[in-house]
Structure formats: C-alpha cells, structure tokens
C-alpha cells in the first residue's frame, strides 16, 4: 500500500511540473500530440519524461522502502499494465478505466494522476468529474 501511495504522489507531481509551460513544450507535448490515446501513446514521449516521470515514478516507491527485487518487479509490471490500460481506449470490467486519461489528453489541465487519489485530493478531476466521460461510468 506505501509503494502504491508513493508512486500515486510522485507520478502526480512529475506529470503536473511537466505541464509548466516551459517543460510542456520542450518535453511533454510529444506525448500530447495524441489527443485520443492508443497504446503505442504510452511510450511516445520525450525520453526524459520516460526516464524521469514514467521509470522514476514506478521506482521510487520501492527504492524508497527498501523493497526486495521481486517487489520492484511487480511494480515495474504494475505500472506498464497501468499506463497500457490508461492509453487503450477499453474499459475492462473491474480495472481502472481510460476515460480519465483520455479526458487529460484531449483538456491538459485535468487528471495528472495515475489512480485519481491525488487529483482528488488537489481538485484536479474536478472538471472531469462533470463531464459526459465520467456520468457514463457510474
């Protein structure tokens, strides 16, 4: 649950900052140039986005705690089936839906999270939240 946590908040704030102005046009906007994402959208990015936010994300968590290796593996494994899911348009029944992450690439100032929790907890989904996107999931 701490890995989950850390990795929730550390993917969070490295995908906002990479919103900054500056760092979206140098770094994050190859990524955003898929305004409905495919899979293949998962690894079109800058390599400093995917070393920085997508690896350093996934990895914090269990560096941070001293986790032993096959933990490290089931997170690595953990947010490459996340980010998968997040850019592949279906909506598989009991796993996190893409609407959200769809919503994020078609607005960009929505939804910087992996699992919702810290955009709950900034308000971040708030215009997702009253979206078309979302009152079909309920």
């Not at 990015?45 to 986790?67: F, K, Q, R, Y």
Request: aromatic share 16%; with cysteine.
């Amino acid at each position: 649950l701490a890995c989950i946590l850390v990795i929730e908040a550390s993917f969070y704030y490295l995908h906002r900052l990479l919103h900054h102005p500056w760092l979206f046009k140098t770094i994050h906007k190859v990524h955003h140039e898929w305004k409905a994402p495919c899979v293949m959208a998962q690894f079109y990015c800058h390599p400093i986005e995917h070393s920085a936010v997508n690896l350093g994300s996934a990895m914090i968590g269990p560096w941070l705690l001293g986790s032993h290796l096959s933990v490290w593996w089931v997170f690595m494994n953990l947010a490459m089936l996340s980010s998968v899911l997040a850019h592949s348009g279906y909506h598989f029944p009991f796993l996190p839906s893409p609407e959200s992450h769809d919503f994020h690439h078609s607005w960009g100032t929505q939804n910087f999270g992996s699992l919702g929790l810290m955009d709950w907890f900034h308000g971040t989904n708030k215009h997702f939240k009253e979206s078309e996107s979302y009152l079909i999931l309920l």
